[in-house]
């Protein structure tokens, strides 16, 4: 089944994908790509097929240098693209070109957008981007740079991690849009067998500080976890298992993995 068909609102785009999902008791899959792997021909097949294999939400990850949140797939999935001279331009170029029926969240650490100048995030939106989220960005940490963030184009999308104490959980959603990313457990982005025990809990006090849309990320891998996951939370991020399986197997095996991911979603809609 194909991701939700999008309906004329005057909400934005991530909002909007998130929130027609919700009303109609369907949890989002959110799919992460690393822009210009395994290679620009490649990322753009992802980026236009995806959405039919049932993703809702792509996110697109800027290649950078120095990922100190990403494990070794998604790390070297980075360092592949940036040797083919993959930048944050040219992600851009690859997202304008591909003209992905799903909403596009671009994910980047912060060092690449400074690096892209003041305008990055209207060039960001003018390539048919709808949010972005900021690995390195506590809220709080930088407020002027939050402010610059939140107040462009682009939903503003927001991290909360599992031992985020419940006030601050409520101060990020209040500074978030789309939806908020909960990790779900600590460490590196990477492909683990089960889902954290601490899972279930984390979620219950975030709901309660939170009216936001949460998507569970880290870790998730394969439609058993996807469906005990899908049953607690709006939604999942996949990410390493994806781009493991596209540098691996290539584009069809990603989009294999993704047909069954979003299978075992719907099997707990509702």
């Known amino acids: 089944m194909g991701s ?5 609102s005057s909400e934005p785009v991530l909002t ?29 097949r992802l980026l236009r097929e995806l959405p039919e294999a049932g993703a809702d939400v792509l996110e697109v990850g800027v290649p950078f240098s120095d990922p100190l949140a990403d494990g070794p797939i998604i790390q070297g999935s980075s360092q592949e ?3 083919q001279g993959v ?13 992905s029926s799903a909403p596009v969240v671009l994910f980047s650490y912060l060092n690449p957008l400074i690096a892209a100048g003041p305008e990055v995030l209207q060039r960001a939106h003018a390539a048919g981007v ?17 402010a610059w963030l939140g107040s462009g184009p682009l939903e503003f999308v927001r991290l909360v991690a599992p031992t985020t104490p419940a006030e601050r959980m ?19 982005t990477g492909v683990h067998q089960g889902v954290a025990a601490t899972l279930p809990e984390t979620i219950t006090r975030l709901r309660g500080v939170c009216e936001l849309p949460i998507c569970v990320g880290f870790g998730i891998s394969s439609p058993a976890q996807a469906r005990e996951v899908g049953a607690l939370a709006d939604g999942i991020v996949v990410g ?26 719907d099997e707990v809609a509702g």
Do not use: M
């Open 240 to 265: 390493s298992a994806l781009v493991q399986a596209a540098g691996v197997g290539g584009v069809d095996a990603a989009l294999a993995l993704v047909r069954g991911l979003r299978a075992a979603l």
């Open 170 to 188: 409520a101060e990020i959603a209040r500074h978030g849009r789309g939806f908020v990313y909960l990790i779900s457990r600590l460490g590196v």
């Open 4 to 8: 939700a068909s999008a309906t004329i």
């Open 130 to 146: 709808s949010g972005v989220l900021v690995t390195d960005l506590p809220v709080g940490a930088d407020p002027a740079r939050e």
């Open 81 to 83: 693209a940036l040797a």
């Open 87 to 99: 930048t944050l331009g040219r992600s851009l170029d690859l997202i304008a070109e591909a003209k």
């Open 16 to 44: 909007e994908r998130l929130r027609t999902l919700r009303a109609a008791g369907r949890r989002a899959l959110v799919c992460y790509v690393t822009a210009g792997h395994p290679d620009a021909d490649a990322s753009l």
